[in-house]
């Protein structure tokens, strides 16, 4: 069987079971049980497919008609140009969340903090970006911490980044010039509808607190604000629903210049704020 055939009976089976962008997934499938970069498949579709690739290929459909994400299957993310290893303990990153990042690179940094890291895209792309920086990431989930240590061995950052099992603020201590969170923020009621994908797949502490969804930027607001330098910036990823409530939540704790981002599709994504250069904070690290 050749790799076009076996990608065009992916895609059908993929579809019946009403996987959305089926034959794209095939394709990465595919390259994954080939061993090859997903960009190089297209020069190898006219070969024929060995027998061991074809095992794993199906065994990946299998999970993929499940509804397991492709990036669990694989085992890996492209996130900001880099690959990050990615389980079942972390989020899937996706591609809204570069819009924090950009948002974090618009000034420099010396100290970061980002809470909730799961795989620690935000913090080690951030870092990878700005080489004099340094930075912490901490999760209350020790398997999430695991998979981020492991993403910054392989990212050679591992000089210039600690790692904290905390919940939130409560076992951080010190001082940021910036400090990034992409926390859970789906609400109780929001959770049915989600994809199977995110439902089945990914954990549930770092999708959704319950009650309305805000829960998480309550505590941040509160604890966050008082890490941060004079100066020091505040910004978290969002719902598109939720701008006005967590800029009123940053803007209670005594932030300023509170902002909102807007991700490529147009939705409101990222709320960005500062502390007050007069806040009285020591300005050492």
């Not at 299998?62 to 890996?76: D, F, H, K, S, Y």
Request: net charge negative.
């Amino acid at each position: 069987m050749t790799g076009h055939d076996s990608l065009a009976a992916a895609a059908l089976r993929l579809r019946a079971v009403g996987v959305e962008d089926a034959l794209r997934d095939a394709r990465v499938l595919l390259a994954f049980a080939l061993g090859l970069p997903a960009d190089r498949l297209t020069l190898h579709l006219a070969d024929a497919v060995p027998a061991a690739a074809l095992a794993r290929f199906d065994v990946a459909l299998e999970a993929r008609a499940r509804r397991q994400p492709v990036a669990q299957i694989t085992g890996q993310r492209l996130f900001w140009g880099r690959s990050f290893a990615v389980t079942q303990d972390v989020l899937d990153p996706r591609p809204e969340t570069e819009t924090l990042v950009a948002a974090a690179l618009e000034q420099n940094f010396v100290k970061m903090l980002d809470l909730g890291t799961g795989s620690g895209c935000i913090l080690l792309s951030c870092l990878a970006e700005c080489p004099e920086a340094q930075g912490m990431g901490v999760d209350l989930s020790a398997p999430a911490l695991a998979v981020a240590q492991g993403n910054a061995e392989r990212l050679g950052l591992t000089s210039r980044c600690t790692w904290a099992q905390s919940d939130w603020c409560a076992e951080v201590a010190g001082r940021f010039d910036l400090i990034t969170a992409n926390p859970p923020y789906i609400a109780a009621s929001e959770m049915a509808a989600l994809a199977p994908e995110v439902r089945r797949w990914e954990p549930v502490m770092a999708l959704t607190p319950g009650g309305d969804g805000l829960a998480a930027y309550r505590i941040i607001a509160r604890q966050a604000s008082l890490l941060l330098l004079p100066g020091g910036r505040l910004m978290v990823e969002i719902g598109p629903t939720q701008a006005a409530s967590v800029a009123a939540l940053f803007g209670a704790a005594g932030l300023t210049g509170i902002e909102i981002r807007r991700d490529l599709d147009g939705r409101d994504r990222v709320v960005l704020a500062i502390r007050s250069p007069s806040a009285g904070l020591s300005d050492q690290f």
